[in-house]
Structures are given as structure tokens and as C-alpha cells.
């Protein structure tokens, strides 16, 4: 890169052009300056695919496995496939900087973001996280890993105090980013909680000392969204660029105003530009600069997101031979989340999909018309009402499925309408303005008769109409945090009797408040049906009469999502009494685990197989069952610890004073529980073949480890490494093996350059298998 060239624009810039330009345009975008030949650099969220720059169904993107589940295959070669896809999704949607991946760590598995990140391990983060950020950035598109740092969990996210030792901080915390700016990420997010007394946009010593000059960053430092809340203490920090730019942004005017002043030097400010000309240079986005390389979604985008999903999902436990299932003549799948399937987590990692493959979906294309599915949910545990589903409406301007939405300036003249495929919206920036009140309506025709669930869902005022049923309410947040209140608001429910077949018209009202910088509103519903108890019953009587049951559970986007943390790790609802009386029904009972974060499985020993799924994206339920029928290998290994139960389990709460103490210091994860607090440690995850270790030899900082299929199918295993010393354990390195059945092979693992010497060294297939000793030597 020729910087004298950036120097050179950046020389033709006044003062307010170059604090303008630090501070967000828009949610998602920088200010264009034509005259230095710059366009507006256009960001996006996220780890699971990239949104674009609305929250629009009509705007659709491809749904990954959630970034954990990427992390259980354990394989950086396909964390750089799947992130150099996001890259060109992000082509696609003339996105210049992704904010992904993120890099925090799995301190405690009730975080709410525990899903968006990779895993407990900071040398498994570190490895996937450089692959997906070299990925992405091979598009030509800046990664943005995040949140820097000590966002582990969500609670008071944004005030918290993370107080970290420094060998936690240096061992743990930081690595991931040190690696990721090593592999060369363009951009980092910082985040809004403090560490060590400092917020992290305030954070001298992380920004500047370490992050740019000891680790030498040469990208942009972008704020969360709305996460500076100073003008010079966050400028003289070291942060670049502050979003998304609000009215209230405490840059912008008052940034120019501070370096008027002197309190803010302007050779300060002319590195923050230099910065994002460079980052605009990488991206293709400064005139002068080579254009990054062509890239768009490849054709064979759906079955790369399948084949990751099935590399990605753990098979935790399988008796006496139970999977591959055996081409059942008749196949109970039971359990809520075979229906009302969970592709992702919620939050500002979302996105709009074209489409999401349920396990019913993909149970029926796998084992075709021999096979008998009788699916029945169960039990409800979701929270909230899922949308009204298009299938039952008609758009009254076109005769189309779905709702038309109208938005009405405060003289009731109508600025702008439109045609969409939802009954959900939500609206970062984006209501057209002058917006006083939006008007959903659609016709909606009921499948049967009975009593039917409306409900609103929104914060603020609203009036719902359901034929004669009118319900006019207020509906306030009860959660401070504003993505939380925008993304998982309230919900108002109305009871409406109605027939079958007889079109009845459906309208929601909504006024926003003055100056909301979002909306997020929509009509739920739910059709009539049978009381709890007697939907359980219909599952267990299907279990009875069926083959094998197949049963899918698992969290929802209310449970895993942004804002807020787990208050426990059960399964919502009665979805472990379903389990344990499936399994009492059908000895051939399977479960599948549709959830990003570790839940308790109390019933894990009643059942024959435990098929962890994640939230493996839209082409999960393909996934699913290629591994049940054994198309596919379930080729993931757990990357974080499953706990047994809530004993050892860390808190995600901060102290009355804001604090959170990181007191257990290096001591995460398989570090810090002990085996009688673990389900499946670290590591596991099974296969359908078995495998022999043979050999460890290390030599030069790279071990070799050869191992044996001993079954009769093709397999892959992740070959673990893990150092002991001192009475402590960790992942020294991992390697995927792939080899037929008979056959040897031999892994080379990079070793992490940091491990304590001397220590011994043992390979294997999980953390609690070297306890006990496979495979070993000793390094000094
Ligand atoms: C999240 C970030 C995200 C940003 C923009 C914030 O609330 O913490 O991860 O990139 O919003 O959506």
C-alpha cells in the first residue's frame, strides 16, 4: 500500500470533513467524499451471514451454522471457506467491512452470546478465528472481530467492569484478537463494558498500548453501536470511528469543536483518517487503489452451508448402534423444535434467509416414501408467538401472500407502501421519514375452527384488528438494554373464535416514537390447539407406534439472543419431561439438540443417541439427516464444556457495583470444572467408526500423530494434543484426520508456540480421555 498516497488526500481534507468522515453517516455507512475520489464505506453485522444493510425479508442472505458450531469441526481450512463465502455475500450486497467474527470467549455457558462465539479455548478461538477473518478479508472485504474485550457476557453489557488479571487477560482474553490482527484483520470492534476501571472505548491502555502499538494494528477501530458516550477521552484513546453516527453522537461537531479547542490534537485525528483510507483502499472503496479481486456467492453456496452443518454436529452419545438410523417403515419426530425449527440465534446477528430446511423437511427428502413421519411438537416452550405465517395470508393490494405495510406522515397523507413477505418488521434506521404511523393489514384465512392467538408484538403504541376484535394497547419494554428492547419486545395476546375458510381482514396500527432510532413490531399468532398435557400425550402415543422416535428440542432466538444472559441451563418448557417419557415409550428414542449454547440433559442415559445440531443455519435440517441416516459423518467435536448441571457453572451477573469479578483467573472451561460437573468434556464428540491411537512424536514445534481406522466406514477424527504442566491442562493443537476403514494416517499439528515447558504432551480424541492417558511424550 502507498501511503504517501493516502497521506496526500488525507492533506486535501478540512477538519470538519475528517471528523465527519470518523463519525457514522447512517446506521451502517461513512460519509462518501467524492472529491478524494471515497465512497461511503458500507458495513454489516454479522458472525451467521451478513445482513445488508436492512432488516428486510426482501433482502435475503445465506443463514451459516452459528459461528460455535464452526468452531466443533474444528477446522480452520473450513472456517476460511465458509468466512471467504461471507465475503462474497458481502460483494453481493456491496457490504465493505463485515463486523465479524466474534472473538470473545465462552467464560460461562449461560452468556447470551455464547452462540455468536467460537469457543472456551483461546487457541481453538484463535485458529478459527484468523481462518474466517483470512476468508472474509480474501474477498476483498474487511473482518471486524469483536467485541475488544471482556464481552463474555451480557448483563449490563453496557456498564459493566470485566476485572481481569493480567495473565487471564494475556492468556485468555487477548489472544484471540493478538492472532486475528496477526492473520491481518482490517477492522476491530470495541466493547461497551469497561475492563480493569476503563471503558473499553476509553481504554488507553488496550487500545493504544496494545492493540496498536505492541500488536502493531494498522486497521480501524470502530465502536460498538452507540458504545462512546465521551468526546476526548474516547478520541484520545485510541478509538477511529464512532457508530452509527446518531444525532446525539458525541463526535461529529463536538470532536471538531474539542480539536478547536486543543483538547484534542489533530495529528490524533489525521491517524484515525489515514486509517480509514487505508481500510477504504483494502476494500476497494478509495479511487487510485486496485479494485479487490472479482468474487460473488458461488452456485454451490447451499451445499457448502450443508456439508458445514453436518461437519459441525456433535454426536454425543449412541448405543449400541442406534444411529445411522435403519430405514424406519414408520418414524415418530417429536418435539417442538421439529416444527418450529431453530436456524440461528437472535439479535443483532440475524439474518433474513430464502429459506430455512427443518429437520421434518429433511427427514422426509432423506428417507423418502418408504419411510411414515409422524411429527407432533409435543410441548409449546416458546415464549413468544411465532409471526403469522404467510401461508394463511393474502396481501390486499396484490392478492399475494402476505402484509402490506403503510406509512402514514402525521396529516395521515401516505409517504410509502410496501409489499412484504413477512408479518415480523424491523426497521435499524431505515423508516422512511417523516413516518408518524405504520399501518400492517393483511386477509387472513383460517385453517380450522376454533379459538385462535393473535398477538402484538412491539414497544409502543398499538391497536390490533382481528374481524370485529379490536385491542388497543401500550406495550413498554421491560429490558434496558435497547437492542433487547427492540429485538425481543413484548407481546399483548387476543383470543379470536373463527371458521375455517372464511377470509376475516387483519390490521395492526403502530405509532413510533418521536425519534426512535428503530422499530421492531409484528403480528404473532398461533393456530388453535390441543392443551399441554394432551399434546405430550399425542407424542408419547406416536412414539409407542413408530419405529424409532427421532426427537428435536432445543432453545429459540428468545432464549440465545443479544442483551441478556441465561438464567439457567434447562431446556425451556417441559421439553425434558417429553424426552424422558419418549424414551420410556421407544427404546429407539434419539434426540436432536437444536442449540447454539449448552443446555442440561438430564435424561442423556434414558435415550439411545444424543445428536447435538446447534443452530446449524438454513440448510440445517439437511444437515440433520444426512448424519441420522449416515450420509453424512457427524463431524463435530465439542469446543466448549458441557456442564452436567449448574455446579461450577460461572456467573454472568456483575456485583452490585458493576463489577465482574473474573476471579477464576486462567481456571475456564475444562480448566476450571471438575469431572463430576461435566456431561461430555471438551473434545468430544463421536463417529460412526472407531479409531485407535498409534503414535506421538513432536519434533521442531509440530507433533505427529498417527491414528487407526478400525471400523468398517470411512471416518474423520479431530486429533487432539493437550499439554500438561504444573497441575494444569491445555489444548496444545488439533488436527482433522480423514482415512478409510483399515487405513493409518498421520496428522502434523502445529503446536501453540506459548505452551509451558517443559510439560507432557498426550493426544487423543478428548480432554477427559488424557486424563486418564493414551497416547503420550514428554516435551522439555
Ligand atoms: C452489537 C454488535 C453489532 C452492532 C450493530 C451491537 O449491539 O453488540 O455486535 O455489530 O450492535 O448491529
Known amino acids: 500500500m502507498d501511503e504517501s498516497r493516502l497521506r496526500e488526500r488525507l492533506a486535501d481534507l478540512t477538519l470538519e470533513e475528517k471528523v465527519h468522515l470518523l463519525t457514522g453517516d447512517g446506521f451502517w455507512t461513512l460519509r462518501p467524499i467524492p472529491r478524494i475520489g471515497l465512497r461511503g464505506l458500507v458495513m454489516s453485522d454479522g458472525p451467521s451471514g451478513v445482513r445488508g444493510t436492512t432488516w428486510d425479508e426482501r433482502h435475503t442472505s445465506l443463514l451459516f451454522p452459528n459461528p460455535t458450531a464452526l468452531a466443533a469441526t474444528w477446522d480452520p481450512a473450513l472456517a476460511e471457506r465458509i468466512g471467504r463465502l461471507n465475503g462474497a455475500q458481502a460483494r453481493d450486497k456491496g457490504v465493505h467491512v463485515q463486523l465479524a467474527p466474534t472473538i470473545n470467549l465462552h467464560r460461562t455457558p449461560l452468556g447470551g452470546r455464547h452462540f455468536e462465539n467460537f469457543s472456551e479455548d483461546p487457541l481453538l478461538t484463535a485458529r478459527v478465528g484468523a481462518a474466517f477473518v483470512k476468508g472474509v478479508q480474501s474477498a ?313 392467538t393473535f398477538a402484538i408484538a412491539g414497544a409502543g403504541e398499538y391497536e390490533l384488528r382481528v374481524a370485529e376484535t379490536r385491542a388497543a394497547v401500550t406495550l413498554t419494554p421491560d429490558h434496558g438494554d435497547p437492542v433487547e428492547a427492540l429485538l425481543r419486545p413484548p407481546e399483548h395476546r387476543v383470543e379470536v373464535d373463527l371458521k375455517a375458510g372464511a377470509p376475516v381482514p387483519v390490521e395492526l396500527r403502530y405509532t413510533p416514537a ?115 441416516i449416515g450420509a453424512a459423518e457427524p463431524g463435530g467435536r465439542l469446543p466448549t464444556t458441557f456442564p452436567a448441571s449448574h455446579d461450577g457453572v460461572l456467573s454472568p451477573v456483575p456485583a452490585e457495583d458493576g463489577t465482574l469479578d473474573y476471579a477464576e483467573g486462567t481456571a475456564i472451561g475444562y480448566r476450571h470444572y471438575t469431572s463430576a460437573q461435566v456431561a461430555y468434556p471438551f473434545g468430544h464428540g463421536l463417529g460412526y467408526t472407531t479409531w485407535e491411537y498409534e503414535s506421538l512424536t513432536v519434533s521442531g514445534g509440530v507433533a505427529e500423530v498417527t491414528v487407526h481406522n478400525t471400523g468398517s466406514r470411512a471416518g474423520r477424527e479431530v486429533v487432539q494434543c493437550y499439554a500438561f504442566a504444573g497441575g494444569t491442562v491445555r489444548l496444545a493443537g488439533s488436527a482433522v484426520a480423514e482415512a478409510a476403514p483399515g487405513d493409518s494416517v498421520t496428522v502434523r499439528i502445529t503446536l501453540d508456540e506459548r505452551l509451558p515447558v517443559p510439560c507432557a504432551l498426550r493426544a487423543g480424541r478428548s480432554v477427559t480421555d488424557l486424563r486418564t492417558g493414551t497416547t503420550r511424550t514428554d516435551i522439555g
Open 514 to 628: 418521536p425519534r426512535s432510532f428503530g422499530a421492531a413490531f409484528g403480528i404473532g399468532y398461533h393456530e388453535p390447539r390441543p392443551a399441554e398435557d394432551d399434546a405430550l400425550a399425542a407424542a408419547v402415543a406416536a412414539a409407542r407406534d413408530a419405529d424409532a422416535a427421532v426427537v428435536v428440542v432445543g432453545t429459540n432466538d428468545d432464549v440465545e439472543s443479544e442483551g441478556f444472559d441465561r438464567t439457567s441451563l434447562a431446556l425451556p418448557g417441559r421439553q425434558d419431561e417429553l424426552v424422558s417419557a419418549v424414551a420410556a415409550a421407544n427404546p429407539r428414542t434419539v434426540v436432536v439438540v437444536n442449540a447454539g449454547a449448552p443446555v442440561l440433559m438430564p435424561w442423556r442415559d434414558e435415550v439411545a443417541a444424543v445428536l447435538w445440531a446447534w443452530l446449524p443455519g438454513q440448510e440445517g435440517g439437511d444437515a440433520v439427516a444426512d448424519v441420522l
Open 140 to 452: 476483498g472485504v474487511a473482518a471486524t472481530v469483536k467485541h475488544f474485550v471482556g464481552n463474555d457476557s451480557e448483563t449490563a453489557r453496557m456498564s459493566y467492569d470485566a476485572r481481569i488479571g493480567e495473565e487471564a487477560l494475556d492468556e485468555l482474553y487477548l489472544r484471540p484478537f493478538e492472532e486475528a490482527v496477526k492473520a491481518g484483520a482490517w477492522a476491530v470492534m470495541a466493547a461497551y463494558n469497561k475492563v480493569n476501571g476503563t471503558s473499553m472505548t476509553e481504554n488507553r491502555e488496550l487500545l493504544t498500548g496494545v492493540l496498536k502499538e505492541r500488536w502493531g494494528f494498522d486497521g480501524v477501530v470502530v465502536s460498538d453501536w452507540t458504545a462512546i458516550r465521551s468526546t476526548e477521552e474516547s478520541a484520545g484513546a485510541g478509538m477511529d470511528v464512532e457508530m452509527p453516527g446518531l444525532p446525539t453522537s458525541p463526535w461529529r461537531d463536538r470532536l471538531v469543536e474539542a480539536v478547536r479547542a486543543g483538547r484534542v490534537a489533530e495529528e490524533l485525528i489525521d491517524d484515525k483518517v489515514l486509517r480509514v483510507l487505508r481500510l477504504a483502499a483494502r476494500v476497494g472503496a478509495l479511487d487510485g487503489f486496485p479494485d479487490p479481486p472479482p468474487v460473488t456467492t458461488p452456485s454451490d453456496a447451499r451445499a457448502q452451508l450443508r456439508e458445514a452443518a453436518a461437519q459441525a454436529a456433535v454426536l454425543l452419545r449412541n448405543e449400541n448402534g442406534a444411529l445411522p438410523l435403519n430405514a424406519p417403515r414408520r418414524l415418530a419426530v417429536i418435539g417442538p423444535n421439529a416444527v418450529r425449527f431453530s436456524a440461528q440465534g437472535g439479535g443483532s446477528a440475524h439474518v433474513n434467509p430464502d429459506r430455512v430446511v427443518t429437520p421434518v423437511d429433511g427427514l422426509r427428502r432423506a428417507l423418502g416414501d418408504g419411510t411414515e413421519l409422524i411429527v407432533r411438537p409435543g410441548v409449546y416452550p416458546h415464549p413468544r408467538l411465532a409471526p403469522l405465517p404467510l401461508a394463511l395470508t393474502t396481501e390486499p393490494e396484490t392478492g399475494e401472500r402476505g402484509v402490506r405495510l403503510d406509512f402514514f406522515d402525521a396529516g395521515g397523507t401516505l409517504i410509502e407502501s410496501q409489499h412484504r413477505k413477512a408479518a415480523h418488521f424491523v426497521f435499524l434506521g431505515g423508516i422512511p421519514s417523516g413516518t408518524a404511523r405504520i399501518v400492517a393489514r393483511t386477509s387472513m384465512t383460517p385453517a380450522e375452527d376454533g379459538v385462535h
